[in-house]
């Protein structure tokens, strides 16, 4: 029996996948959600069902980010949008034998 490791395209995969199923949960909520006063459609636990959902998604997320060696907080910016972050460089002490 050969164990499989999931190579970083196998990830990206799931990435894909988790990214979808995050989109379709937040239509699924945003569509059933009723104005304020009414009674929400969903089941009590339903809803939390729902927040599982989201919550296992977001740990799988973390975890193959952590294994690819990516930033999971990545978020896009503007080529105009200032950088948050700033260079430093380091020159590297020479040893006194």
């Avoid at 919550?55 to 193959?64: D, Q, S, V």
């Avoid at 952590?66 to 907080?73: L, P």
């Amino acid at each position: 029996m050969s164990s499989h490791f999931p190579t970083e395209e196998d990830n990206l995969r799931e990435l894909k996948i988790l990214e979808v199923m995050r989109k379709v949960l937040s239509s699924i909520v945003r569509d059933t959600t009723p104005p304020p006063g009414m009674q929400h459609p969903l089941r009590n636990n339903t809803i939390e069902d729902i927040k599982q959902c989201f919550a296992l998604i977001t740990a799988r997320e973390k975890e193959i980010h952590t294994q690819n060696g990516t930033d999971a907080g990545l978020r896009p910016r503007y080529k105009d949008q200032p950088a948050t972050s700033q260079v430093v460089p380091f020159t590297r002490p020479e040893k006194d034998d």
